[in-house]
């Protein structure tokens, strides 16, 4: 599936199902991107009601994110390009760009490894006193 802007079915491809019954996943799905998408982009590939049968064999990406493998977990397909996460959805059909989750910053950590030692510090001395 070529993904060239945001518009739905002439920016990107999509298909529109009207029979629920008639969804079923196979083979490999392809998603072909022209261009980088800002964090939580959505893209609605498939549209149907109901719950789809199968299950794609594969799912890659190419184009401006490179060349991607995902992985599928719970029937949903991701993988990491840079500091965002594409997802795709086998029960809603939807592609999805988000930011990946960041990790924890040093200095974060330091902050609250400080703030547990001085109340830590103030416990222990205020039962010295008693």
Same mark, same amino acid.
């Given at each position: ?55 794609? *064999? ?21 993988? /990491?390009?840079?500091? /965002? ?9 939807? *592609? ?35």
């Amino acid at each position: 599936m070529e993904i060239n802007s945001i518009v739905r079915g002439t920016g990107y491809d999509a298909i529109d199902v009207s029979d629920a019954s008639l969804v079923t996943y196979g083979g490999g799905l392809e998603l072909s991107f022209a261009s980088l998408f800002p964090d939580n982009t959505s893209f609605d590939l498939f549209n149907f009601s109901g719950t789809p049968a199968g299950t794609f *064999a594969t799912v890659t990406a190419s184009g401006s994110y490179g060349s991607l493998t995902f992985v599928k977990n719970a029937g949903v397909w991701t993988a /990491q390009s840079g500091s /965002q996460t594409i997802s795709f959805t086998e029960s809603s059909g939807n *592609a999805l760009v988000v930011p990946e989750p960041a990790a924890p910053s040093p200095g974060g950590v330091a902050a609250v490894s400080f703030c547990v030692w001085a109340v830590r510090r103030r416990f222990l001395a205020d039962r010295a006193i008693a």
